[in-house]
């Protein structure tokens, strides 16, 4: 690069200083105030892939057609008892459909007037047959329950049943299980504990189900892309309405939210959690390193005024050239800071080198520029060469990246070459007393020099022999893996992990009308699925028949619900009748024992703490006994009647789940195994996609992600490895030369990927930017090494370029390496991915690479890492 007259350019700013700061100021004041204007941050994941995929253009398509599938928010609506929870869920369904500025809708899963009508249709034949048995024999009960909703009528009910028992009709063993589960109830109540009954519970004899206790509501929410949890608003108006709905002291339920948005929104908001701590600290260590280097206040001033004014010039472009930032773009910063301070301090230190050498400012600026200017603009240019090979790949989240860093690295070399040595002149850094080089590295690099080929054939073969390993590189493009663990989102998404009603790794079919059924039964036939569900599973199956069975227990139980209500008793009335209970009790146990027996005396005892306790305990045990049977009774009187159902029966929120306006339908294809195991899904995607390759879904996603990112970094990879070595050619005019600063970049990225494949790290669609970060450095540093060999130099260990590697390393590991703490899984793993990288890096660089390089072609004569005051080799 000698046709560059480096001297010149430093000469000509520092002659003209107030004319670069005032050019460097009017770029500060533009670039800030079109950030402010124009500053976005784009927080839809979608939009990180290309959308002109084929895979992307049927999620796209699949999207439009079902919206609410693909950006949904799932209310769970827990309660103690299946009939608070189910009435709860409609609830707030009723007070959340009308809020249109927060909801496009809000559907109940299976909940609604239709299901409450037509739910009976959906049990098995034998499982109806069962029910409505029971509940024909409970119709004396039933007409008592329904006329007297007091605890005077249920010690009525309880009091028949044990006539039934006294007459030999029942035993008392078969009413142990109602007895005590009355008593577990009454207990709570007397201790002054949380109570909860449920009526399902005890006419069924079996605990209340995970789904019963646990409603779903599904949500389509209005989303701000915009902010950086898009979802935010809709989530707080749910949870707004739950409160002011009194759900928790009314139903003693409460809301949780999961789904695509909640997670997504979770993921976000982690990434400001301890932000501001984390990066004061980062910035006051990055200042003690700077120190440290540079040993100067006044010098590490003018290198952190550079890096302020480049990082707001590159934000303002990169503004410019993408429109908005996405959630890994913004990392863009990140780099800047560590390839553009990287530039200032390899600039600052030959300055200092240099200022030792020839005592006066100016002419130690300019004789730096002689050093520096060659290899950093090399790197400069290689590093904008790596990262703007990912522009043309379909990863667009780390296209944007590559574009605005490999713009950013443009940005801070020109600040280096034009802003800092004129903010150095000015600040008039102090004079150099002691040479810039470790001394004490001497006898590191004699070694270094006779065992050259040891140190070489070692590395080589550590590498080489290790390549195996990358065949067990684990890649996990599952965004579910990435979620804090804890959060509401995350623990309630793991809680409904089986529940049929959730299907979040499934795949999803869309086919004309008249092809969905053969579809589904060309996906249920794989081995890899467990069942496919369209609109027409919605249909009852045996319809005739269940609803005879129906209709004959409805022609006894409706005079039973209709009867003409009791006259409301007083409290002496509920005292009088749980006393007659009690006694009862007493004496169908007698001295009998067993299981039947022990019940009845504790049932007995409770009723009789009851009947002494104060109105306010009775008030309670209502409170806690009748709210349930009145809804339990309206459920039950709804669900007697019951039409035969056709798809044109079906509601119309349901129908919009699973047919698209243009009439295409759409078919759920659940997976058969392990749904959190990566191998069982990927099998199931390329089943799916074998037989429907029109598919897509989640599971289909997280697959084709996956390979799209995997395919990328391949290209990106070798297009920049291609165009780095072009450059290099150009510019060095020796294959050897450009052999010399590839090969120790690829032991660094080599050995970086095998210590992931033997530490079982797995790369994820955070963390792989990494290595675009890796490429960047690397570079950098291999050009300074083989620049300043051809220069003549060898002894690196004990050189001032050694110096500022070093720092320079150590500075951007600071800036990388602080992600490690972060809380997000992603972010965290990014970190720590970094910090490896750069690790591998520095070592390949100022180890292998000098024993690789061997003693330069023209040695200088008693070298030791010491300047040549000849004009430097390009």
């Given at each position: 690069?000698s046709y560059?007259?480096?001297?010149?350019?430093i000469d000509?700013?520092i002659?003209?200083?107030w004319?670069?700061?005032?050019a460097?100021?009017?770029?500060?004041?533009g670039?800030?105030?079109?950030?402010?204007?124009?500053?976005?941050v784009n927080?839809n994941?979608?939009?990180?892939?290309s959308?002109n995929?084929?895979?992307?253009?049927?999620?796209?398509?699949?999207?439009?057609?079902?919206?609410?599938?693909?950006?949904?928010?799932?209310a769970?609506?827990?309660a103690p008892s299946?009939?608070?929870?189910?009435?709860?869920?409609?609830?707030?369904v009723?007070?959340?459909a009308?809020q249109?500025?927060?909801?496009?809708?809000?559907?109940?899963?299976?909940g609604?007037?239709?299901f409450?009508r037509?739910?009976?249709?959906y049990l098995?034949?034998d499982q109806?047959a069962e029910r409505?048995?029971?509940l024909?024999h409970?119709v004396?009960?039933i007409r008592?329950?329904?006329?007297?909703?007091?605890l005077?009528?249920?010690?009525?009910?309880l009091?028949e049943?044990l006539?039934g028992?006294a007459?030999?009709?029942?035993?008392?063993d078969?009413?142990?299980?109602?007895?005590?589960?009355?008593?577990?109830?009454?207990?709570n109540?007397?201790?002054g504990?949380?109570?909860?009954?449920?009526?399902?519970?005890?006419?069924?004899?079996t605990?209340?189900?995970f789904q019963?206790?646990?409603q779903?509501?599904?949500?389509?929410?209005v989303l701000?892309?915009g902010?950086?949890?898009?979802g935010h608003?809709?989530?707080?108006?749910?949870r707004?309405?739950?409160?002011?709905a009194?759900?928790n002291?009314?139903?003693?339920?409460?809301v949780r939210?999961?789904?695509?948005?909640?997670?997504?929104?979770a993921q976000?908001?982690?990434?400001?959690q301890?932000?501001w701590?984390?990066s004061?600290i980062t910035a006051a260590?990055?200042?003690i390193?700077?120190?440290l280097?540079l040993?100067s206040v006044r010098?590490?001033?003018a290198?952190i005024?550079?890096?302020?004014?480049?990082?707001?010039?590159?934000?303002?472009?990169?503004?410019l050239?993408v429109?908005?930032?996405?959630?890994i773009?913004v990392a863009?910063?990140?780099?800047?800071?560590g390839l553009g301070?990287?530039?200032?301090?390899q600039?600052?230190v030959r300055y200092?080198a240099?200022?030792?050498e020839?005592?006066?400012l100016?002419?130690?600026?300019?004789?730096?520029?002689?050093?520096?200017?060659p290899p950093l603009?090399?790197?400069a240019?290689?590093?904008?060469?790596?990262?703007l090979?990912?522009?043309?790949?379909?990863?667009?989240?780390?296209?944007e990246l590559?574009l605005i860093?490999?713009?950013?690295?443009?940005?801070?070399?020109?600040?280096s070459?034009t802003l800092?040595?004129?903010?150095?002149?000015?600040?008039?850094a102090?004079?150099?007393?002691?040479p810039m080089?470790?001394s004490a590295?001497?006898?590191?690099?004699?070694?270094?020099?006779?065992h050259r080929t040891?140190?070489v054939a070692?590395?080589?073969f550590?590498?080489i022999a290790?390549?195996p390993?990358l065949?067990?590189?684990?890649?996990?493009?599952?965004?579910?893996?990435l979620?804090?663990?804890?959060?509401?989102?995350?623990t309630?998404?793991q809680?409904?992990?089986?529940?049929?009603?959730?299907?979040?790794?499934?795949?999803?079919?869309?086919?004309?009308?008249n092809?969905?059924?053969a579809?589904a039964k060309r996906l249920?036939?794989l081995?890899?699925?467990a069942?496919?569900?369209?609109?027409?599973?919605?249909?009852?199956?045996d319809q005739?028949?269940k609803l005879?069975i129906?209709?004959?227990?409805?022609a006894a139980?409706d005079?039973?619900?209709?009867?003409?209500?009791?006259a409301a008793p007083n409290?002496?009335?509920?005292v009088?009748?749980l006393k007659?209970d009690?006694k009862a009790?007493q004496?169908v146990?007698?001295?009998?024992?067993?299981?039947g027996?022990d019940a009845?005396?504790?049932?007995?005892?409770d009723?009789?703490?009851?009947a002494?306790?104060?109105?306010?305990?009775r008030?309670r045990?209502q409170a806690?006994f009748?709210?349930?049977l009145?809804i339990?009774?309206?459920q039950l009187?709804?669900?007697?009647?019951?039409q035969?159902?056709?798809r044109?029966?079906l509601?119309?929120d349901?129908?919009?789940?699973?047919?698209a306006?243009n009439?295409m339908?759409?078919?759920?294809?659940?997976?058969?195994g392990n749904?959190?195991?990566?191998?069982?899904?990927r099998?199931f995607a390329q089943?799916v996609?074998?037989?429907?390759p029109?598919?897509?879904?989640?599971?289909?996603?997280?697959?084709e992600w996956g390979?799209t990112?995997t395919a990328?970094?391949?290209?990106?990879g070798?297009?920049a490895i291609?165009?780095i070595?072009i450059l290099l050619?150009?510019v060095l005019?020796r294959?050897?030369d450009?052999?010399?600063t590839l090969?120790?970049?690829l032991?660094?990225?080599a050995?970086?990927?095998?210590?992931?494949?033997?530490s079982?790290?797995?790369?994820?669609?955070?963390?792989?930017?990494?290595?675009?970060?890796?490429l960047?450095?690397?570079?950098?540093?291999?050009?300074?090494?083989v620049?300043?060999?051809?220069r003549g130099e060898y002894?690196?260990l004990?050189?001032?370029l050694t110096?500022?590697?070093f720092f320079?390393?150590?500075?951007t590991a600071t800036?990388?390496?602080?992600?490690?703490?972060?809380?997000?899984p992603?972010?965290?793993?990014?970190?720590?991915?970094l910090?490896l990288?750069l690790?591998?890096?520095?070592?390949?660089?100022?180890?292998?690479?000098p024993?690789?390089?061997g003693?330069?072609?023209t040695?200088?004569?008693?070298?030791?890492?010491?300047?040549d005051?000849?004009?430097?080799?390009?």
């Amino acid at each position: 690069m000698s046709y560059v007259n480096f001297a010149a350019i430093i000469d000509f700013c520092i002659r003209r200083a107030w004319l670069v700061i005032l050019a460097s100021a009017l770029v500060l004041v533009g670039s800030t105030v079109y950030v402010a204007r124009h500053f976005a941050v784009n927080t839809n994941v979608s939009n990180l892939l290309s959308p002109n995929l084929p895979w992307r253009q049927r999620e796209l398509a699949y999207q439009a057609a079902f919206p609410q599938q693909a950006t949904s928010i799932l209310a769970v609506v827990s309660a103690p008892s299946p009939e608070f929870a189910g009435a709860a869920a409609n609830v707030l369904v009723e007070r959340l459909a009308p809020q249109t500025a927060h909801f496009h809708s809000v559907t109940a899963a299976q909940g609604g007037a239709f299901f409450a009508r037509n739910g009976l249709l959906y049990l098995p034949p034998d499982q109806l047959a069962e029910r409505m048995s029971k509940l024909s024999h409970a119709v004396p009960l039933i007409r008592t329950l329904a006329s007297d909703q007091s605890l005077r009528g249920l010690a009525q009910v309880l009091s028949e049943s044990l006539e039934g028992v006294a007459a030999g009709r029942i035993s008392l063993d078969a009413m142990a299980q109602p007895l005590n589960t009355v008593a577990d109830t009454l207990d709570n109540v007397l201790a002054g504990r949380k109570a909860a009954f449920s009526w399902q519970v005890l006419v069924n004899g079996t605990p209340a189900a995970f789904q019963d206790l646990n409603q779903l509501i599904a949500i389509y929410p209005v989303l701000d892309f915009g902010a950086l949890q898009p979802g935010h608003a809709a989530a707080e108006a749910v949870r707004k309405t739950a409160a002011d709905a009194h759900l928790n002291s009314t139903y003693g339920a409460t809301v949780r939210l999961t789904g695509s948005i909640p997670l997504a929104d979770a993921q976000l908001a982690t990434l400001q959690q301890g932000l501001w701590l984390n990066s004061l600290i980062t910035a006051a260590i990055v200042l003690i390193v700077l120190y440290l280097a540079l040993q100067s206040v006044r010098i590490v001033g003018a290198v952190i005024v550079t890096i302020f004014v480049g990082l707001v010039a590159t934000a303002a472009l990169g503004l410019l050239l993408v429109g908005a930032f996405n959630p890994i773009s913004v990392a863009f910063a990140m780099l800047f800071v560590g390839l553009g301070a990287d530039f200032a301090i390899q600039f600052s230190v030959r300055y200092r080198a240099q200022r030792h050498e020839l005592h006066e400012l100016k002419p130690a600026l300019i004789d730096g520029a002689r050093y520096v200017g060659p290899p950093l603009t090399l790197a400069a240019l290689a590093a904008a060469a790596g990262f703007l090979s990912f522009v043309p790949t379909d990863y667009r989240g780390v296209a944007e990246l590559g574009l605005i860093a490999g713009v950013g690295m443009i940005v801070a070399y020109v600040a280096s070459f034009t802003l800092l040595p004129v903010l150095l002149s000015l600040f008039r850094a102090p004079p150099e007393p002691r040479p810039m080089g470790y001394s004490a590295m001497a006898g590191a690099d004699r070694f270094m020099h006779r065992h050259r080929t040891a140190i070489v054939a070692a590395t080589s073969f550590v590498a080489i022999a290790a390549l195996p390993s990358l065949a067990w590189l684990q890649f996990n493009f599952d965004p579910n893996s990435l979620q804090v663990p804890d959060v509401e989102a995350v623990t309630t998404l793991q809680q409904l992990s089986g529940d049929p009603r959730v299907a979040f790794n499934s795949a999803d079919l869309l086919a004309p009308a008249n092809d969905a059924a053969a579809a589904a039964k060309r996906l249920s036939g794989l081995p890899e699925v467990a069942s496919t569900r369209n609109i027409d599973s919605f249909i009852p199956s045996d319809q005739p028949q269940k609803l005879a069975i129906i209709r004959q227990t409805a022609a006894a139980l409706d005079p039973a619900l209709q009867a003409r209500p009791a006259a409301a008793p007083n409290d002496g009335d509920d005292v009088a009748a749980l006393k007659a209970d009690a006694k009862a009790l007493q004496n169908v146990a007698g001295e009998r024992s067993g299981p039947g027996a022990d019940a009845a005396k504790r049932l007995a005892k409770d009723l009789d703490a009851l009947a002494n306790g104060s109105p306010q305990l009775r008030q309670r045990a209502q409170a806690v006994f009748i709210p349930p049977l009145q809804i339990s009774l309206r459920q039950l009187a709804a669900s007697l009647h019951p039409q035969t159902v056709t798809r044109a029966d079906l509601p119309g929120d349901l129908v919009r789940q699973w047919v698209a306006p243009n009439g295409m339908m759409r078919t759920e294809v659940l997976p058969k195994g392990n749904t959190n195991d990566t191998a069982t899904m990927r099998r199931f995607a390329q089943a799916v996609l074998s037989v429907e390759p029109n598919a897509t879904g989640q599971a289909i996603e997280i697959y084709e992600w996956g390979n799209t990112v995997t395919a990328a970094f391949i290209k990106a990879g070798v297009l920049a490895i291609c165009s780095i070595a072009i450059l290099l050619f150009l510019v060095l005019r020796r294959i050897g030369d450009v052999l010399l600063t590839l090969i120790p970049l690829l032991v660094a990225a080599a050995a970086t990927l095998e210590i992931c494949a033997l530490s079982g790290f797995a790369l994820n669609y955070a963390n792989i930017i990494a290595l675009p970060a890796l490429l960047g450095v690397g570079v950098a540093f291999k050009i300074y090494y083989v620049m300043a060999w051809r220069r003549g130099e060898y002894n690196f260990l004990q050189s001032s370029l050694t110096r500022a590697v070093f720092f320079s390393a150590l500075m951007t590991a600071t800036a990388f390496g602080s992600l490690w703490f972060s809380a997000h899984p992603g972010i965290s793993s990014m970190g720590k991915l970094l910090a490896l990288s750069l690790a591998c890096t520095l070592a390949s660089a100022a180890l292998f690479q000098p024993a690789l390089m061997g003693r330069p072609r023209t040695a200088k004569a008693g070298n030791a890492g010491a300047l040549d005051k000849t004009k430097p080799v390009s």
